[in-house]
T-cell receptor
Framework: TQLLEQSPQFLSIQEGENLTVYCNSSSVFSSLQWYRQEPGEGPVLLVTVVTGGEVKKLKRLTFQFGDARKDSSLHITAAQPGDTGLYLCAGADGTASKLTFGTGTRLQVTL | GAVVSQHPSRVICKSGTSVKIECRSLDFQATTMFWYRQFPKQSLMLMATSNEGSKATYEQGVEKDKFLINHASLTLSTLTVTSAHPEDSSFYIC??????????FGSGTRLTVV
């Protein structure tokens, strides 16, 4: 069974601070996706990383895929209250037959 | 962009009754659809994978006779929770994957069994 552990589980910060969320596994994934989910809604895709060592930027969000394609990180610069939500990483296996979701990181950004 | 419509968004049912949840891909054909369950403040847990015209593949520990999945067309999959009990109360989310292996998620269904 492929497991994706995210850390931290919960993070409460003030507006303007920076943060990093980690997603770690002992398994290799063909690709890894990051999602953000708000209460009562389905997850919304933020980014997909495919190549080991790949770095992608989405405005204030920076995503990195580990060289061995077993881990990933999400860095948010100057967090805003609108960034509040549940962040989920999800790995696709070699055949991309299904996604395995990480344990989740709940982010709360206050004024 | 791709849109997946999930209906209903909320449902309350009495214990012992059955509830059907629909998942439709509105503007693309979904070769595969997935059903997830999410408990409060937890991540998504995959329940089953369904391919159009074939039987669903259930994850370990998921009762196939309780959670009936039908994927009758490339745009529609349904999940029926049979003989629902309060412990089945949860947030159910579907996902559809297109031929390019791009995943789109529905907005979820909050099921409350009383």
């Amino acid at each position: 069974t492929q497991l994706l552990e995210q850390s931290p589980q919960f993070l409460s910060i003030q507006e303007g601070e920076n943060l990093t969320v980690y997603c770690n596994s002992s398994s290799v994934f063909s690709s890894l996706q990051w999602y953000r989910q708000e209460p009562g809604e389905g997850p919304v895709l933020l980014v997909t990383v495919v190549t080991g060592g790949e770095v992608k930027k989405l405005k204030r969000l920076t995503f990195q895929f580990g060289d061995a394609r077993k881990d990933s990180s999400l860095h948010i610069t100057a967090a805003q209250p609108g960034d509040t939500g549940l962040y989920l990483c999800a790995g696709a296996d070699g055949t991309a037959s299904k996604l395995t979701f990480g344990t989740g990181t709940r982010l709360q950004v206050t004024l | 962009g791709a849109v997946v419509s999930q209906h209903p968004s909320r449902v309350i049912c009495k214990s012992g009754t059955s509830v059907k949840i629909e998942c439709r891909s509105l503007d693309f054909q979904a070769t595969t659809m997935f059903w997830y369950r999410q408990f409060p403040k937890q991540s998504l847990m995959l329940m089953a994978t369904s391919n159009e015209g074939s039987k669903a593949t259930y994850e370990q520990g998921v009762e196939k006779d309780k959670f009936l999945i039908n994927h009758a067309s490339l745009t529609l999959s349904t999940l029926t929770v049979t003989s629902a009990h309060p412990e089945d109360s949860s947030f159910y989310i579907c996902s559809a994957r297109d031929r390019d292996r791009y995943y789109t998620f529905g907005s979820g269904t909050r099921l409350t069994v009383v």
